[in-house]
Each structure stands twice: as structure tokens, then as C-alpha cells.
């Protein structure tokens, strides 16, 4: 593993811990060279379906798609970022469990909306008026009205 800092690729593991799922390893690295501290995770990696976008398009599933809507719609809000990122792994997990060779991003959009909604309402709204594409402001207000009753 090379270092972010100084790019040595001497290092040694400090500490690792599995996640909950068992799915990654969280390693704490330092650096023999210049002694700074960074932290790896390692993933297992299985051939993921494609993904068919909404044009018709196919490309490979990206974790970091998902994860940078999500940055974006969680921006400036008390959301931690383990929940971003138990969403991916969870994303990821029901990706693996359908067993499918493509999945439609409308459908992944609408699984992490419905994990979104449980976490934070503001975020929920701001990455459903990406993925939902809102024609106008009246279908964000039924949106936004509908969260209001499921709230009350």
C-alpha cells in the first residue's frame, strides 16, 4: 500500500478491525518512511451487474456515484457518515442478493430513498429532487406534503 503523503509504499498495519457485516477490513497503516498515519479499507470484490441508467445506457455499478449523491444530499446535516455509508453497504449487499445481471438505477434510487427517509428528512428531499428529476416546484410540494403526513 503506498502512503498518501510521501508515496513509499513501506508501511505497517497498526490495526485492523472487520466490519459488522464482515464484508470490509478497516486498517489503521503508518508509514515507515515518514510516519504519518492513514487508514485503508478492503473490500471484497465481486463482479457486480450492470447498472442501465435511465437513457438506456449500461455501465458498471460505482459505489462512489452512490456515495457522493449521498455526500451531497447529506451536505451540512447531523447525518454521520457510518449512516452513508451503511447505506452503500447495504446497496451493495441487495445488489449482490438479487442475483441479477443488470439492475435498473431507478431501482436503486428508490432503495436508497427508502433508507434516506428513515435517516434524515432534508437529505431525503434534496437526493429525491436529484433522482426523482422534479419537472416543477408542485411535484416537489406533493413530495414534501406526502413525508409531512408519514411524519405527523
Known amino acids: 500500500m503506498k502512503c498518501p503523503f510521501c508515496f513509499n509504499s513501506d508501511d505497517k498495519v497498526a490495526d485492523s478491525r472487520v466490519s459488522k457485516d464482515g464484508r470490509s477490513t478497516r486498517r489503521k497503516r503508518q508509514c515507515n518512511v515518514c510516519g504519518k498515519r492513514f487508514t485503508t479499507i478492503e473490500t471484497i470484490v465481486v463482479s457486480s451487474p450492470l447498472i442501465i441508467k435511465k437513457d438506456g445506457r449500461r455501465e458498471s455499478f460505482d459505489r462512489q456515484k452512490i456515495l457522493n449523491g449521498l455526500i451531497k444530499a447529506c451536505e451540512k446535516r447531523q447525518v454521520p457518515?457510518?449512516?452513508?455509508?451503511e447505506i452503500i453497504q447495504s446497496v451493495e449487499k441487495w445488489i449482490e442478493e438479487t442475483n441479477l445481471k443488470e439492475v435498473k438505477s431507478d431501482d436503486i434510487g428508490k432503495f436508497v430513498l427508502g433508507k434516506l427517509k428513515n435517516i434524515d428528512a432534508i437529505s431525503y428531499v434534496r437526493f429525491a429532487s436529484v433522482y426523482l428529476s422534479f419537472k416543477?416546484?408542485?411535484?416537489?410540494?406533493?413530495?414534501?406534503?406526502?413525508?409531512?403526513?408519514?411524519?405527523?
Request: net charge negative; hydrophobic share 25%.
Open 136 to 152: 416543477d416546484i408542485n411535484e416537489l410540494y406533493e413530495n414534501v406534503s406526502e413525508l409531512i403526513k408519514k411524519q405527523s
Open 81 to 85: 457518515y457510518q449512516n452513508i455509508e
